[in-house]
């Protein structure tokens, strides 16, 4: 038992995203009420990918709308394979929250967003430029809170931190957003 | 097609997929004139001997070293380019990026202003507060009198291999430019050409919510639109495709441009009924411009096509 289930508090606030795709809440998978789940914080059972976000969104269709590119990502992965969706080169996806202090340009200001990484070793690199089918079967893990200072990319701050259902949905939608790379081009010439 | 190109660069790895595309585009059309154009900062006031650099905010000494300087750093940046382009001219100007990029784009009368779609790197999950794509990319779409053609991403093909060029439109009069752009694109490299709308259902808004009749009758009168409006205007040109989808706009042509394999998106950049001197760009243009596998021209002026 760890040491947040012993406690018994938090644990009234968390949900358990299982590699099949089903949440559970208080050790029980949840219906109809997945969406009061969505500020809960989240914890992934062990061996959970990428493919199993997905399965999470066909098991709770209401997910769905929180994303318009959420129809063509699930027919992507209905026609990849059902499994080897591997990218060689990395471990694992983290999903990272950062902080940024911002001086310039405009006006000060705090920025709180997340960003889902790929991590081999100690070195992190962006995933835009790989395809979603070469992704389904990467583990996903939740990364720590970065705190950036004024620009310092280099000299960060790290913090244990949570996430929530929303967050977790979100910010990896959000990323795959902006995936694509006119691979077509070389393939057709 | 391309006789004169101004390529607007921060000189910083944001832009080297678009200079890549810069350099190409100027070789492969044998272009009269290629201007590589930098603007490191803006006077802090009138015709102050100091400027602020737009990227880092830091305050610097306008001094002829210091434009030395950074002649000389542009010139390292793009020196194996630089090398092989006949006709290529590099150029600093001080002032506030936006304007000088517009004000040299109108006084050598270009043909095309290439740019990159950031001033600096972002995280993708930082674009969601920030301005979604540069404030000077923005300012420039905005008011350019020739096609912006914006590259976001490595560009795999050159221009003159394009075989599918999409043309997203919204039926407003910026829109007729960008389709005679695309039209002679097409042309021009003998690339087939598909004409796309997207009925906007997406429910965003406050409204009778469409039903599927609605949505059938929007999608015909779109149909017949795209024919008045474009088709009749094509002559013999008969290389083209019309689709119609619904949902939301962004959303469908970037998907449809992932189905074609679209190796350029030409768009008006801002929605219709809106003058293009208060303009904004568009956030359909905006969204398809940061998250498309392929360059996306903004085109909203009929001047330099």
């Given at each position: 038992?760890?040491?947040?289930?012993?406690?018994?508090?938090?644990?009234?606030?968390?949900?358990?995203?299982?590699?099949?795709?089903?949440?559970?809440?208080?050790?029980?998978?949840?219906?109809?009420?997945?969406?009061?789940?969505?500020?809960?914080?989240?914890?992934?059972?062990?061996?959970?990918?990428?493919?199993?976000?997905?399965?999470?969104?066909?098991?709770?269709?209401?997910?769905?709308?929180?994303?318009?590119?959420?129809?063509?990502?699930?027919?992507?992965?209905?026609?990849?394979?059902?499994?080897?969706?591997?990218?060689?080169?990395?471990?694992?996806?983290?999903?990272?929250?950062?902080?940024?202090?911002?001086?310039?340009?405009?006006?000060?200001?705090?920025?709180?967003?997340?960003?889902?990484?790929?991590?081999?070793?100690?070195?992190?690199?962006?995933?835009?430029?790989?395809?979603?089918?070469?992704?389904?079967?990467?583990?996903?893990?939740?990364?720590?809170?970065?705190?950036?200072?004024?620009?310092?990319?280099?000299?960060?701050?790290?913090?244990?931190?949570?996430?929530?259902?929303?967050?977790?949905?979100?910010?990896?939608?959000?990323?795959?957003?902006?995936?694509?790379?006119?691979?077509?081009?070389?393939?057709?010439? | 097609m391309f006789?004169?190109?101004?390529?607007?660069?921060?000189?910083?790895?944001?832009?080297?997929?678009?200079?890549?595309?810069?350099?190409?585009?100027?070789?492969?059309y044998?272009?009269?004139?290629?201007?590589?154009?930098?603007?490191?900062?803006?006077?802090?006031?009138?015709?102050?001997?100091?400027?602020?650099?737009?990227?880092?905010?830091?305050?610097?000494?306008?001094?002829?070293?210091?434009?030395?300087?950074?002649?000389?750093?542009?010139?390292?940046?793009?020196?194996?380019?630089?090398?092989?382009?006949?006709?290529?001219?590099?150029?600093?100007?001080?002032?506030?990026?936006?304007?000088?990029?517009?004000?040299?784009?109108?006084?050598?009368?270009?043909?095309?202003?290439?740019?990159?779609?950031?001033?600096?790197?972002?995280?993708?999950?930082?674009?969601?507060?920030?301005?979604?794509?540069?404030?000077?990319?923005?300012?420039?779409?905005?008011?350019?009198?020739?096609p912006?053609?914006?590259?976001?991403?490595?560009?795999?093909?050159?221009f003159k291999l394009f075989s599918h060029i999409v043309f997203a439109t919204?039926f407003?009069?910026?829109a007729g430019s960008a389709f005679q752009f695309a039209m002679d694109a097409a042309k021009d490299v003998g690339a087939r050409l598909y004409l796309f709308h997207?009925?906007?259902?997406?429910?965003?808004?406050?409204?009778?919510?469409?039903?599927?009749?609605?949505?059938?009758?929007?999608?015909?009168?779109a149909k017949k639109k795209m024919e008045e409006k474009y088709v009749s205007k094509m002559g013999d040109f008969d290389n083209y495709e019309i689709a119609i989808?619904?949902?939301?706009?962004?959303?469908?042509?970037?998907?449809y441009?992932?189905?074609k394999q679209a190796d350029l998106v030409v768009m008006a950049?801002?929605?219709?009924?809106?003058?293009?001197?208060?303009?904004?760009?568009?956030?359909?243009?905006?969204?398809?411009?940061?998250?498309?596998?392929?360059?996306?021209a903004?085109v909203?002026?009929p001047?330099?096509l």
């Amino acid at each position: 038992m760890s040491e947040r289930e012993f406690s018994g508090i938090i644990d009234m606030n968390l949900v358990i995203l299982e590699k099949s795709g089903g949440i559970l809440y208080g050790g029980k998978e949840i219906g109809e009420g997945a969406l009061m789940c969505l500020s809960h914080q989240v914890e992934l059972e062990e061996g959970y990918v990428l493919r199993s976000y997905f399965s999470m969104l066909t098991k709770y269709p209401i997910f769905q709308k929180l994303n318009a590119f959420f129809s063509s990502y699930l027919e992507r992965v209905e026609s990849s394979p059902e499994e080897g969706c591997e990218y060689p080169g990395i471990e694992h996806l983290e999903l990272v929250k950062t902080v940024e202090m911002i001086g310039y340009p405009g006006k000060p200001k705090m920025e709180i967003y997340t960003t889902l990484k790929a991590v081999a070793g100690n070195e992190t690199s962006e995933i835009d430029s790989i395809h979603l089918e070469s992704l389904l079967d990467m583990p996903v893990k939740l990364g720590k809170l970065k705190h950036i200072v004024l620009g310092d990319r280099v000299d960060t701050f790290e913090f244990q931190t949570v996430f929530t259902l929303f967050e977790f949905i979100d910010g990896i939608a959000w990323e795959l957003g902006f995936h694509g790379r006119p691979v077509q081009c070389q393939l057709r010439r | 097609m391309f006789e004169r190109i101004l390529f607007a660069t921060t000189a910083s790895p944001t832009c080297d997929d678009a200079a890549k595309v810069a350099f190409d585009l100027a070789d492969k059309y044998n272009s009269e004139k290629l201007f590589v154009f930098h603007v490191p900062g803006f006077p802090t006031r009138g015709y102050s001997q100091f400027l602020r650099d737009s990227r880092t905010g830091d305050e610097e000494q306008i001094s002829p070293e210091y434009l030395d300087w950074i002649h000389e750093e542009m010139k390292n940046t793009y020196g194996t380019l630089l090398e092989d382009c006949k006709n290529c001219e590099v150029i600093t100007r001080i002032g506030v990026p936006s304007t000088e990029i517009l004000r040299m784009a109108r006084e050598n009368s270009v043909d095309l202003i290439i740019m990159g779609a950031h001033t600096r790197q972002e995280d993708v999950g930082a674009t969601r507060y920030r301005s979604i794509s540069g404030s000077n990319m923005r300012k420039v779409a905005q008011k350019a009198r020739c096609p912006v053609l914006i590259i976001s991403r490595p560009c795999t093909t050159c221009f003159k291999l394009f075989s599918h060029i999409v043309f997203a439109t919204d039926f407003s009069k910026p829109a007729g430019s960008a389709f005679q752009f695309a039209m002679d694109a097409a042309k021009d490299v003998g690339a087939r050409l598909y004409l796309f709308h997207a009925v906007d259902i997406s429910g965003l808004h406050v409204g009778r919510e469409l039903n599927q009749k609605d949505i059938e009758e929007r999608v015909a009168a779109a149909k017949k639109k795209m024919e008045e409006k474009y088709v009749s205007k094509m002559g013999d040109f008969d290389n083209y495709e019309i689709a119609i989808w619904e949902g939301l706009p962004y959303v469908e042509v970037l998907k449809y441009a992932r189905d074609k394999q679209a190796d350029l998106v030409v768009m008006a950049h801002h929605t219709k009924d809106v003058d293009p001197e208060e303009a904004e760009l568009g956030g359909t243009v905006e969204q398809v411009v940061l998250r498309s596998a392929c360059p996306v021209a903004s085109v909203n002026r009929p001047d330099r096509l």
